[in-house]
């Protein structure tokens, strides 16, 4: 969205109300968490809280301010020195550590698919989960294809913590988040001081820098302003520069008598490579000459692609922009107390948010001669079209058809507000909330097919002639289009969602016994048009003559758009309560239904042809239960939580071109831990889930299996031993065995990724860092397109990244 396209009704909105937003207050002055002191050492072992029960709920709290104790809400909070140990190396590997989420962060920066409790994960991305920063959400829908919410989300040294709401208060706590949210909360500047860390790949070419710095500029205001930049191959072998970029972010706070404005500004513009299935065998272990936890698909003999447009122009696409992302957000945030009690919280953003999103897909690895003849005819012939080979005869049994995943996220601009009241009334509290959002998705779909030789490190395109000699490629491309899948995919749309939901809540406390319910109804409209393929003969490298591959060259049919033209309305319900038995124990429980409603993934099935869409195929609702305890025993915390849901899903896969019409159940037992034993700190998560498709309309016969990709088992562990001027850390992430789909034939092993981390303070407020992620170098499978093993043993999967060291020098001031 465009800032010179705000609705002036927006604007208005947002002036008059100070500028904000409330269900999710990221710091408020009368309630927050002490902070951390980010000046302190790493090996200075801060106070430890263990789980933190008595730390105020913040993100997706309830119209009380309870602490963790006292609430009936499963939350989780993340430092910056948890997410150290962890060592991930992308945003989404953060979320691995989280109780109840399964997040598959195999492919790379960004397009992550994140779940929680078992909710499904049918065609990628976050569907049931909102991604927020600072209490409002990246994106209103989080799973858009190829424009999932975590691609716009980066984390670095301006991260607070990371709040984390799991199971049925998120469904009216947000709009479109019935599973949870996961909250980046910024820090404010209410520690004077910063820090620079400098970060460098010791097996793998990367090199980054994170910066932040804030404090008061007198006694009524404050800042904070940081980012990160880098540049570097990244943790797979692409053969060129793969990951180049930066972000800035600041915030202003200006604190008043009865309460603080605070105005928020992000840049970021980052390219990172997009990892998809890789040639492995079915066991995880490597194919002849890709080693699949190192090698992708990505190559230095193919970083140009030309197509045509959304406007049917000829134009290239660069594939080393991968993952780019481009945004542009201005936020405020007001918080005061107002005359007879009440108080009033809002936040607003306008984001501009556009980029690329670009990559190789194997649409078939398989037998090299047979698919030469599958584009030529009998006796085809495979040959070199570029490296030192170019000419010579391709001989080796196996090839790879690619597809470029090559999307032009032209407009993916929005505009929040979320306001929200509130008044104790003796024992009662109150809320009152009104969210208003415009979202936009315009995005090109503009793929192209190639030819490669199945190898890693830099991978030669291939050529096709026909058995008399005619050629029927150009330097390895094959097909201006993806003739291989019908010719699906050339596409363009250009919709915007607007939302309106208000919301009330009410909370009672009397005694250890405290009750709460919420309600919220969310009320939607789509607009806009999209468009599909349309062949036709183009000279598309303008040499004056239609060679054979550009005699059926795949544009967009601008001349017949579809409609899009349609509302949809769902309301959201969550009651809770819960009783402190004594200090250091307390149940509770909860019941919730939430919604879902479902965006571009619509398109091309089913939307009707006057733009409407039928109710069922609008929205997906949720309904869960959950019952749970809280206890300290010394220094063991301990919270445990059994739950239930059952879940719709309406979906469309881009990969496999199917739509998805089912319900799902699952259910399970989530545990999260921590232990102080003298200068040792442990923290961990157990989530056990049995879940089954209960119903499915396109493929009863699937109705009793597990849905894909969902393990019995999920576990983490973190562990940290403080020295007197070092630190030591250990984290481990694992999963027990999952099938690759829901035809529940072919099964991934489970297994165990250990992340090694250590610091040392070389002088006062200087640290010297080493971590190595994947530390024994397994091999973890976590999505593949085959649901059983093909003739030839070659499937098209994920693994976790194989070892990769890095060594961080990080100074406080």
């Known amino acids: 969205m465009k800032i010179q396209q705000i609705k002036p009704a927006y604007l208005a909105l947002a002036v008059s109300l100070a500028l904000g937003s409330g269900y999710a207050q990221a710091q408020q002055n009368e309630s927050k968490a002490e902070p951390a002191d980010d000046n302190k050492t790493q090996a200075e072992p801060a106070a430890v809280a263990g789980l933190d029960f008595e730390r105020i709920v913040v993100t997706g709290a309830v119209a009380r301010k309870q602490t963790v104790m006292q609430s009936s809400v499963s939350v989780s909070t993340l430092t910056p020195t948890d997410i150290e140990v962890a060592t991930p190396r992308s945003t989404a590997e953060i979320f691995r550590m989280l109780p109840g989420v399964r997040s598959e962060s195999t492919g790379g920066e960004g397009n992550a698919n994140i779940a929680v409790r078992g909710l499904p994960v049918a065609s990628g991305g976050a569907k049931f989960l909102a991604l927020q920063e600072d209490g409002l959400p990246v994106l209103q829908f989080g799973d858009i294809a190829f424009g999932n919410a975590d691609i716009f989300l980066r984390s670095d040294a301006t991260l607070a913590r990371l709040d984390v709401i799991r199971g049925g208060s998120a469904s009216t706590a947000a709009s479109n988040s019935p599973g949870g949210i996961i909250n980046f909360v910024s820090k404010t500047g209410e520690n004077e001081g910063g820090s620079i860390a400098l970060t460098n790949g010791l097996n793998y070419d990367t090199l980054r820098t994170d910066f932040e710095y804030g404090g008061d500029i007198n006694a009524e205001t404050r800042f904070h302003i940081g980012g990160f930049v880098r540049q570097g191959e990244g943790v797979r072998d692409a053969g060129y520069q793969g990951e180049s970029g930066y972000q800035l972010k600041a915030n202003l706070t200006r604190e008043f008598d009865s309460g603080y404005v605070r105005l928020y500004l992000k840049h970021l513009n980052d390219k990172a490579a997009s990892y998809m299935p890789m040639p492995m065998l079915a066991d995880g272990s490597s194919v002849a000459g890709f080693d699949a936890k190192r090698d992708t698909l990505q190559s230095a003999y193919l970083t140009q692609t030309v197509r045509l447009n959304g406007d049917n122009q000829i134009s290239r696409g660069d594939v080393r922009d991968g993952m780019n992302p481009q945004v542009n957000s201005v936020g405020a945030e007001a918080v005061f107390e107002l005359p007879e009690g009440w108080t009033m919280e809002n936040r607003f953003r306008l984001s501009d948010i556009s980029g690329n999103f670009i990559t190789l897909f194997p649409a078939e690895v398989g037998d090299s001669q047979q698919m030469a003849n599958s584009i030529a005819g009998a006796g085809a012939a495979l040959s070199y079209a570029v490296g030192p080979n170019a000419g010579q005869a391709y001989n080796a049994k196996n090839a790879m058809r690619i597809h470029t995943f090559d999307v032009e996220l032209n407009d993916f601009g929005s505009i929040v507000n979320d306001l929200k009241l509130s008044r104790s009334f003796g024992d009662v509290d109150v809320n009152l909330g009104y969210y208003v959002a415009d979202q936009n998705i315009s995005m090109s779909w503009l793929w ?106 795949s544009g967009i049919n601008l001349a017949q758009p579809n409609l899009v033209n349609y509302s949809w309305g769902y309301n959201s319900y969550s009651a809770g309560a819960n009783y402190q038995l004594e200090t250091d124990w307390a149940l509770f429980a909860r019941v919730s239904q939430g919604g879902r409603a479902n965006a571009d993934r619509l398109l091309f099935g089913k939307v009707n042809a006057d733009g409407s869409v039928a109710k069922e195929d609008a929205v997906d609702e949720v309904t869960q239960y959950e019952f749970g305890s809280k206890s300290r025993h010394g220094d063991l915390n301990l919270f445990a939580t059994a739950f239930y849901a059952e879940t719709e899903e309406q979906n469309f896969e881009a990969t496999s071109q199917r739509f998805f019409d089912r319900v799902y159940q699952a259910q399970g037992l989530e545990l999260e831990s921590s232990y102080r034993l003298g200068d040792l700190e442990l923290r961990g998560s157990v989530t056990l889930t049995d879940a089954e498709i209960s119903k499915d309309v396109l493929n009863p016969e699937l109705v009793g299996n597990k849905p894909r990709r969902q393990a019995d088992l999920l576990y983490s562990l973190l562990a940290r031993y403080y020295l007197e001027k070092a630190q030591l850390g250990l984290s481990i992430i694992g999963s027990s065995d999952a099938y690759a789909q829901d035809n529940n034939d072919l099964k991934f092993s489970g297994y165990a990724q250990v992340n090694a981390f250590a610091s040392y303070n070389l002088a006062q407020n200087l640290d010297l860092s080493v971590n190595i992620n994947n530390l024994f170098d397994k091999v973890g499978l976590t999505e593949a397109e085959e649901g059983s093993v093909p003739a030839n043993g070659i499937i098209r999967a994920r693994t976790i990244n194989g070892r990769t060291a890095s060594l961080g020098l990080k100074y406080q001031f």
């Open 448 to 553: 192209n097919s190639y030819l490669m030789a199945l190898k890693g490190d830099n991978a030669e395109l291939l050529n096709v002639t026909a058995a008399d000699g005619t050629a029927f490629s150009e330097q390895g491309l094959v097909a201006y289009g993806v003739p291989y899948w019908g010719n699906c995919c050339q596409r363009n749309y250009d919709t915007s969602y607007s939302i309106k939901a208000p919301y009330a809540g009410l909370s009672w406390a009397f005694g250890s016994l405290s009750l709460d319910a919420s309600v919220r109804r969310d009320n939607g409209d789509a607009s806009g048009t999209y468009a599909g393929a349309a062949q036709s003969a183009r000279d598309m490298n303008n040499d004056g003559v239609i060679s054979r591959v550009e005699q059926s060259v």
